[in-house]
């Protein structure tokens, strides 16, 4: 994984929040994640192949999505399978991003809503994993970062 | 030939049925001609007939005067003068219009009726055998009658034939009287026989030309037997040939099939390519849409370029198939899950058609297999050659001291990383301030890098230097942000690799460290060699020379989980030695000094403490050159420095990021080391003293408890050894 590809892929969430929401999302320091770390609620896988093999995925807290759902549905109460549907819209529009941007050398798979599957995300990814902390609103969430 | 029964088969074969059917079906039509035929001619005798009789009784009904016919139906008096004038009336009517008979008759009930005036013969004819009033049972064309008096409309009945009279056919006109009731109805027996004749022969000559073409339907039938046989034989052999071609696309594992201009897969194709597509229904499917699904966009635009000049015929093949950009290729295949399956494939593209190039004749061979077994072997051979290399790089070191380098430097890479992933508190502040963080990072980065150096493992010990640079790169920086720690983590990232690497090779390797490495000669000892190289190896890169003489440390038996410290200080104390102590030969030469300078480790036991002494003879410390580096690298404030005694301006040499060396590389001038020494130091509950006379020599006093350091056995053997 290149500093370029993690730039590019990065800035594609970054302006992702700033485009829907007008505040801006801030990255925080990237450090690489342990079989033991754990992903938030929810989250949304994108795999990774061609040029590079591998995947992405966007991890968030219910209190980050709420807030977040309030700028895209204009409604913050959400149940569990309205969050599990944002977060997935939110990676498949990153996902549909991240074509226009990798799309020549990459393919970029369709997004899937993980439960708790942290076993499957493992699988996708490929080592060394980045975690990219994704500071937004006063809420964190993770990006992640996994290519060959 | 003509025979569709394989061998063992039963029932009625092929040709016999058609000839069966054949006839049935001859005989049938003749039969149905021949019905129709006789329907239409009794029909149309019939109608002809009636058109001829119905006027006539109309006529002769016109004759008749309706009241004086009710009066004379009533008296039957053949005295009356209407009955023999309209009888001969009648008479002359049947002469002149050629009817056979013409009659009238009143009713008496439904089915007998009486006839009044009949106009068949004249009066003395021995034939008019139906006088005024008699009767007669009308039953067998009451219905004619029924509807002509009922309806008040002339009717007809049905021909009839009968051996005194031939084929004849009756019309009916009613008699009304002046109420406008019907009081009997005018008869005319009209002799059909001539029309019948007529209709009768024309009919035969449609019979028989009928059979005459039946005779040559007959005879036609052999040759067309002959020829359906023959094309019986033909569908039979295409049928085999199609059910041929179609077993071999069943049963071939590459990839069939015809495309079109319009870049259409055609209606057959083998099954192995609806699993190459990974897609059912293949038959009219847009070869650029099923393209697309499995390859990035490049190859796609590619692809289309190729398809569009396959198909134009002015461009030589040659030149064309040169550019098929499918040759080989991997296709990726979404699987819904996150994750994609990969395929090797290669197309081979064929022209179809004479001049105008009407389809491409595509075979995809599917090598996965292959090239994932290929892939497999070429990347196990590049991590055996990738180990191997990295073997012969680290064989020079005892296993047992690698297991503890790899675990010493997992406790600094883990403190790295922890220290990056805590720092998600201090992101979230206006300007977080990175400092400690990044000197944490360098400490642990450095410490590892001295193992690294002192166990001879250049290539990792290049890779922390790499580190050290990224995390001075932030430090120099105006306001880091995360994005600028980007470089820090990649560098760090491929230092985990290196690590881990390591941990697989020693793994692997360590069930052979008998063979190998021998017994091994302990830790100790394993750190004095690996100290001495260290030090040759680092004079050597300045251009110095060094000895290194370490006496008192075999005797010592350091609790494991201490090793790591006590080697951190004395790695540091010998590099700072080597780069800040030790002069050039020339210096020293030209100040009375042996060329080659002298670095004394010693290490002895007190009551309770443990005293390491590292000692130099070299250039000695020159606080005034620290103050003022100090001062310019911003540790401290020239006011405060003014103050500083002696002690005070050489212990400054232990503050973090300070260094004396004009530039930063491998060794020195990131002013880590001796920083790492103070926190060492610490952890061991130690205290330390420095000595120094300028031009003379430097000595490091270090002193820790003995309390949790040593394992007291072997110290006390030892005392009294």
Sequence with gaps: MTETELKATIKIVTEYFLNITNIPAVMGLPYIKKDTDLAFAYTGLIGISGARRGGVYYTAGKELLADFAQFILGEETLDEDALNDLVGEMTNTIAGNMREVFGATFLISVPIVLRGQIDTISMRLKPPVFIIPINWNEHTSHLAIGLE | MFSRKGKGQKGVSFKLQFNLFFIFFAVALYSVILITALQQFTGITETISARLGIPIAIQAADLIDGDAFERLSQTLDIQDPYYEQTRLELWAKKESSGCLYLYTMAPVSDTVYRYIIDGSAPIEDPNDFSPLGTEEDISNYSQYVKQTMETQTPQSSRIDYSPEWGWVITAYAPIINSKGESVGFAGCDFRAENVYQQLWSRLLRQLAVSLVFMILGLIGHRYLVSRVDNMMDSIQKGSIEIKEYLNILENVSDGLF?????????????????????????????????????????????????????????????????????????????????????????????????????????????????????????????????????????????????????????????????????????????????????????????????????????????????????VMAIRDAKNPTGE??????????????????????????????????????????????????????LAARYGKEVDLIIAGLEDQNFKPDKHKAIRDILVQLVRNSVYHGIEMPEARKLSGKNECGRIEIQASITADNLRIVCRDDGGGIDGEAIKNQAIQGGIIAKEAAETMNEREKIMLIFHPGFSTAESSDLTAGKGVGLSLVKSRVKELRGKFSIKSRKGHYTEFILTFPLEGLINRAKTINATVS
């Design chain 2, 484 to 537: 600028d720690f980007l470089p820090l983590t990649l560098s760090f990232s491929g230092l985990l690799s290196i690590l881990e690497t390591l941990n697989t090779i020693i793994t692997k390797w360590f069930r052979l460290s008998d063979t190998f490495w021998g017994a091994g000669g302990g830790e100790i000892n394993f750190l004095r060699d690996s100290l001495t190289k260290m030090a040759l190896r």
């Design chain 2, 258 to 470: 015809l495309l079109d201009s319009s870049l259409r897969i055609g209606p057959y194709y083998s099954t192995s390519l609806e699993t190459i597509f990974n897609r059912k229904n293949l038959a009219g499917a847009d070869i650029n849409e099923i393209l697309n699904s499995f390859l990035d966009k490049k190859s796609q635009m590619a692809a289309e370029e190729f398809f569009d000049a396959a198909f134009k015929s002015n461009i030589g093949w040659r030149y064309v198939s040169r550019l098929n950009p499918l040759k080989e290729i991997i296709a990726y295949f979404d699987n819904q899950d996150g994750g994609f399956t990969e395929r090797h494939l290669q197309f081979d593209f064929r022209r179809l058609g004479d001049k105008k190039v009407e389809r491409l004749f595509v075979v995809v061979h599917d090598t996965t297999e292959q090239k994932k077994l290929t892939e497999e072997v070429e990347k196990t051979r590049n991590e055996n050659r990738h180990e191997m290399e990295m073997l012969q790089n680290i064989l020079h070191v005892d296993p047992n001291t690698l297991l503890a380098f790899l675990e010493s430097a997992k406790q600094d890479s883990d403190a790295i990383n922890e220290g990056l992933r805590s720092a998600e508190q201090l992101t979230s502040g206006a300007s977080p301030d990175y400092h400690i963080l990044l000197n944490t990072i360098f400490r642990h980065s450095h410490s590892l890098k001295g193992d690294a150096e002192l166990l001879d493992l250049a290539f990792l010990a290049d890779q922390a230097e790499d580190l050290e640079q990224k």
